[in-house]
């Protein structure tokens, strides 16, 4: 399966702070057996998937987390 490598721009990764919330997000949309491989580098999360994330998924995301917040 190919993998693209995403990063999130620090003003929508401040919404998201812990790991494990983007990646049960990422589990729901690709899957639970992809290795999404989820890093914090300088301000950013950056992740593997088999396509690019919309900007639009991350916003539904970032809505769901400050929902349940």
Do not use: C
Not at 10 to 17: C, D, E, G, K, L
Not at 58 to 67: F, G, S, V
């Amino acid at each position: 399966m190919p993998a693209v490598r995403n990063v999130i721009e620090p003003a929508q990764t401040r919404y998201i702070v812990q790991s494990g919330d983007l990646e049960t997000f990422l589990k729901k949309k690709f899957g639970y057996s992809y290795d999404f491989d989820i890093k914090h580098i300088a301000d950013r999360w950056t992740f593997v998937a088999p396509e690019m994330v919309s900007a639009e998924d991350i916003q539904d995301l970032i809505e769901e987390l400050e929902a349940n917040a």
